[in-house]
């Protein structure tokens, strides 16, 4: 629960403001010299209102990179709250930000519609342009934060983030109800994904009008939180030394690295989800508020606050925590001022234990960052070798009973010396040499010292890492490896700087040594490689599927629907199935399984189908537009099976789905449906009136998935499987034909093939995959199923795992047939005496070149991804050699007992990028973690030469 004192009160804008700002500003002796051009913009409404505001900007600022607003309180004036020291100065300072202040005493709409005006207005006046496109972060008092609530609702597309001090989020503008499936409220999606940090005063009787937009918001994606200041009221009391830091990391975490205010607005980034914590609202009063991972968080998240990231947490604990024991008395900070130091200084943190005698021991925090611990004698510690950015520090104690209190925080800033390479602010933190570039280093990464700090050994040179605020997770994931012992050869792409004082190296990606992106043996280039989803989910393996979109990649798992940004790698959002599918209209599926999905080119959709066993339902999910963070529309569809086994494709003129039935005989084991184009992207959503069943098909039959923007309305569609069994000497094939909207299928062709294949079942223990000791053998009998058809220029082509003799290694048998008359154009088969290759997939690209996607793995190989390809002009049925493009770490071992072998996925995903047409990615299974039954998954990137 929130420490709420119930009253009819809301935060009111004309309430009685506490003004704390007496005494003068701390500077230390390395203060820079800063200078300031400013301009003014004033505006008399006709009721005698002046609307009064100031620009300010750093001398030397070449190109406003955002900016800073802090509007006045009631009756206040924050115009000159750039200057004099304040934390303001120091944070548009850090990042080429401009400030904007004001002097209102209006309402917010009117006063943002003065802000607009002069924004417009300064942009001439400056000769700063880009000033009508920069974003923009904010935080005031009171009505200050009534102004900052009305950037999140006006214009939260330019806003990236906010905190608002002393008011609310004020929701009630899009007349805001409880969440309800069948009444969607008008709440826009980016207003609900802006960043908002709540900050008031314990005695302001806030729960009221801030409780119901967390309740309702938080479980549905919304990133706000709320801090309420122990024992302080509406006020002014060093709200900042969370405030700037909270805004420095959404800053970090959204501003796009390629972004360029001068060309257009910027897109903002959603934050990374897994750099998010969580804080559980009802711990407060606990003696120390429970912070950790949003990942690991299994409370009520309506009463608990998004925080950007680790850093943010322990600064929040250090804030909002009730009944702390320890008084921070060094540094200090109760107002808008802040200590100023430069590059390297040192500052000590002390503290009063007087309320906390028995202490044992006392750690002294920047952060998340534990920089030493005390035991005995002087309660403070020195921190050293200071880097650009804020610091605000906090000091946890334990007694001799093992019970843990927090003091409160304090917060210096120090100033940056140089600009920064990339002009980016979200790596201006650093101290970075104006002349530096992006370049690689390889070397063995380890940890070193007391403080646990990452660092990669480069030709002897020792360099101590840091990620940049633009890598992803998996960067942050390493780092935290390295600093718990592990070591191994990296390459490492970033910039040479001062890291924690030292030479250091600003990291922006690794990748291990083996597994760089060029990679290959001159008949491939593996492009980049990021990891997907991970388990445990609800069933043992991933059956990961997913596809690339223009600007996105996607898994879809047994357990979650992830998006990623295609460039990076970054997740952008993570939903379970269940969470997906109950968003849609469809909650309770309580056993999802087989998903599918792919991207549509044709239409610029992505499809979803996903099982629900415990009901023997399929559903189907459709996108509303190119981007899957957008809204989707879904339907349940209306086919029975006692286990769908869905398989689905697509091309120019409708959608294809094929799926077990109730029959018991192999060759009429499947039904098929064709559905018109236009009624799988219906506005309401898939409409199946019109949709056609084809029944008592061979089993296996799977639809292809054609991208021919030119295909003739009466072009057929193919369904191709090989010979369901143990072995395989001859495929099937069914041709799907449209009159109009009326769909028709053809008879069952039977293709031979040059030879007999094996693959046999899971209880032959005959098609299985070695891992390294100790780790059991890997089941490769699923890839007996058909997995994928890809057609291209009149072909059609397929692979399955085969073997070319029951005691050979697991290999993969691939073709090409023509689709006119169904001759065998080529087949192969890839195999190797010293590895099993399992579970693969194919696409082809733009030139006719076949890509390939699957794992590898033996008795001295964990499991990893590879890729191969075979080009257009190559010998028929022939492959070139695999590439590692995903290493594996370690052993696979279940959560479980599996008679029939290690559970290894069902299925994968190889498909074309949209956007050029020769770029294969392929999402496949590997081995990374330790934990019995948490298996992960990748995405890999690849072209052929």
């Known amino acids: 629960m929130f420490n709420r004192i119930q009253t009819a009160s809301a935060i009111g804008l004309c309430a009685v403001l506490s003004f704390c700002l007496a005494g003068s500003p701390v500077f230390a002796d390395g203060r820079p010299d800063w200078s300031y051009d400013t301009y003014d913009y004033t505006e008399t409404v006709e009721r005698g209102d002046i609307k009064q505001y100031r620009l300010a900007i750093p001398k030397g600022v070449t190109t406003v990179k955002g900016i800073l607003v802090v509007s006045n309180c009631f009756g206040g004036d924050s115009r000159d709250w750039y200057k004099d020291g304040t934390a303001y100065e120091s944070f548009i300072n850090m990042h080429d930000f401009a400030f904007i202040g004001g002097k209102l005493d209006c309402s917010h709409y009117e006063a943002y519609d003065a802000f607009v005006k002069a924004l417009a207005v300064w942009a001439k006046e400056s000769g700063h342009a880009e000033l009508v496109n920069a974003p923009y972060l904010a935080t005031g008092v009171s009505a200050g934060g009534g102004f900052a609530s009305t950037l999140v609702t006006k214009c939260p597309e330019k806003t990236i983030g906010v905190v608002i001090v002393c008011a609310r989020l004020n929701l009630t503008v899009f007349e805001l109800k409880k969440y309800d499936e069948n009444n969607p409220v008008p709440v826009p999606e980016a207003v609900i994904r802006t960043p908002v940090l709540n900050i008031t005063g314990e005695t302001e009787y806030a729960a009221t009008v801030i409780e119901p937009p967390m309740e309702t918001w938080r479980p549905h994606g919304a990133l706000y939180g709320w801090a309420e200041s122990p024992g302080r009221g509406h006020e002014y009391n060093g709200q900042e030394r969370l405030a700037m830091p909270y805004l420095d990391a959404v800053l970090k975490q959204r501003y796009p690295s390629d972004g360029d205010v001068r060309k257009a607005p910027l897109k903002l980034k959603d934050p990374a989800p897994e750099t998010a914590w969580t804080a559980d609202d009802t711990t407060w009063k606990s003696g120390l508020t429970a912070i950790g991972p949003s990942q690991e968080f299994n409370g009520d998240i309506g009463k608990s606050s998004w925080l950007p990231d680790k850093d943010i947490a322990f600064i929040y604990r250090a804030y909002a925590t009730y009944g702390r024991k320890l008084k921070l008395t060094s540094p200090l900070q109760d107002n808008i001022y802040t200590r100023i130091c430069e590059p390297g200084s040192s500052v000590v943190i002390s503290v009063d234990t007087s309320q906390f005698p028995d202490w044992t021991k006392l750690e002294f925090y920047d952060g998340s960052t534990l920089l030493g611990t005390v035991t005995s004698g002087a309660t403070q510690f020195t921190a050293t070798n200071l880097t650009p950015g804020f610091h ?76 940049s605020a633009t890598a992803d997770g998996s960067v942050q994931k390493l780092l935290k490896k390295f600093s718990e012992g592990d070591t191994g050869t990296y ?204 029944r008592d098909l061979e089993i296996e039959s799977f639809p292809a998935t054609d991208t021919d923007p030119n295909k003739a309305p009466d072009a057929p569609a193919i369904l191709l499987n090989r010979q369901f069994g143990n072995s395989f000497d001859k495929l099937c094939m069914y041709r799907i034909t449209w009159s109009g909207r009326r769909a028709s299928i053809s008879e069952l062709q039977t293709i031979p093939l040059s030879r007999e294949y094996f693959a046999p079942n899971a209880t032959s223990h005959k098609m299985s995959a070695a891992q390294p000791a100790p780790g059991s053998r890997l089941r490769g009998d699923e890839a007996r199923r058909t997995t994928c058809v890809y057609t291209h220029n009149g072909s059609v082509f397929t692979c399955n795992g085969a073997k070319r003799s029951l005691e050979s290694r697991c ?135």
């Open 392 to 467: 605000t520090f906090s000091v946890l104690g334990t007694d001799s009973a093992g019970k843990v209190t927090t003091s409160d925080c304090g917060m210096i800033a120090v100033h940056k010396t140089n600009t920064p390479a990339s002009g980016n602010p979200a790596s201006d933190s650093r101290s970075v040499p104006k002349s530096a570039t992006r370049e690689s280093f390889t070397g063995t990464a380890s940890r070193s010292g007391t403080f646990k700090r990452p660092l990669l050994d480069v030709n002897g040179t020792r360099y101590e890492l840091e990620a």
């Open 811 to 945: 290999g993969i048998f691939w073709c090409e047939v023509r689709v006119s008359d169904g001759a065998v154009l080529q087949e192969g088969l890839v195999d190797d005496d010293t590895c099993d290759y399992v579970i693969p997939t194919l696409a082809v690209d733009a030139h006719g070149n076949v890509g390939l996607g699957c794992t590898r793995s033996s008795e001295t190989e964990f499991p990893s991804a590879y890729v191969m390809v075979h080009g257009v002009n190559d010998k028929p049925g022939t492959m070139r050699p695999a590439v590692l493009a995903v290493k594996g770490t370690t052993i696979y071992s279940p959560d479980g007992e599996f008679p029939h072998g290690v559970p290894w996925g069902n299925y994968n995903s190889t498909c074309i990028d949209p956007t050029d047409g020769l770029t294969f990615w392929t999402t496949q299974q590997y081995a990374i973690y330790d934990t019995p039954g948490q298996w992960s998954t990748c995405w890999a990137a690849f072209m052929a030469e």
């Open 491 to 694: 390459v490492i792409k970033g910039v040479q700087a001062t890291v924690n004082g030292k030479d250091g190296i600003i990291i922006d990606s690794i990748t291990p040594s083996d597994v760089v992106a060029g990679a290959g043996q001159k008949n491939l280039t593996v492009l980049k490689g990021f990891a997907g989803d991970k388990g445990p989910g609800t069933k043992a393996l991933p059956d990961n599927v997913g596809g690339v979109g223009n600007e996105h990649v996607v898994d879809f798992t047994t357990a979650h629907f992830v998006v990623h940004d295609k460039q990076t790698g970054r997740m952008l959002q993570e939903k379970t199935q269940t969470e997906f599918w109950a968003e849609l209209g469809f909650p309770g599926i309580a056993k999802p399984n087989d998903p599918r999905m792919l991207y549509d080119p044709l239409t610029e959709r992505w499809i979803a189908t996903i099982a629900n066993d415990a009901e023997h339902k399929l559903f189907l999910a459709v996108s509303t537009t190119p981007d899957p963070l957008k809204p989707w529309k879904a339907t349940l569809t209306p086919f029975e099976s006692p286990d769908f086994g869905f398989r689905m494709g697509v091309d120019r003129n409708g959608f294809y789905g094929c799926w077990w039935n109730y029959n018991q005989d192999t060759h009429t084991m499947m039904t098929a449906c064709a559905l018109p184009k236009d009624d799988l992207i219906a506005a309401a959503g898939p409409d199946f009136a019109n949709v056609q069943i084809f």
